[in-house]
């Protein structure tokens, strides 16, 4: 599903499209969630939860930073809150980009100085109140 357009005219129309992408993924992959705030990148990632068989409930890490679920299936972060690599290298949060698991990342241009080579990139754009474009690259 690489290099992918979706117009996504409701929240659940982005998690059930989330949960197909989600099938393409494998472990050690990295995505990056473009999208300004309430785009639906967190609904993204509940799709993506769902698609890889994970029944935890995803909730927004934005004040724990990055949430595992799955037991290290997993990795959801929010960098909204960093300002630079630097921090989430000094938390410990990069390591898991080389990890068996999969990272999905909000707000990745906060700490593009420490991301790996090859991350996968998706981006939701907000159209209006429900409308969504989302592109995979
Ligand atoms: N087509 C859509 N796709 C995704 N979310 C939608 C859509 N239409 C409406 N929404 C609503 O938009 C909101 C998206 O919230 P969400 O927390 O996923 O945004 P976010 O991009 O993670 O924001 P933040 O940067 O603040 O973390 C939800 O309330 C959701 O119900
Ligand atoms: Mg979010």
Known sequence: ???????????QATMDYAKEFARTLKGGDVVLLEGEMG??????VKGIALGLG??????SPTYA?????????LYHYDCYRLT??????????????YGDGICVIEWPQNISD???AG????????????????RVE
């Open 114 to 116: 420490v991301l790996p």
């Open 54 to 59: 994970i029944e935890d409930e995803v909730l």
């Open 119 to 134: 991350c996968i990139k998706v981006k939701i754009e907000k159209l209006g109140k429900v409308n969504r474009v989302i």
């Open 39 to 44: 785009a639906g990148k967190t609904v993204f």
């Open 84 to 97: 630079d690599g630097a921090q989430a290298e000094a938390l410990g949060l990069t390591e898991y980009f």
């Open 65 to 73: 930073y990055m949430n595992e679920y799955g037991g290290g299936k």
């Open 1 to 11: 599903m690489r290099m992918a357009v979706f117009l996504s005219g409701s929240a």
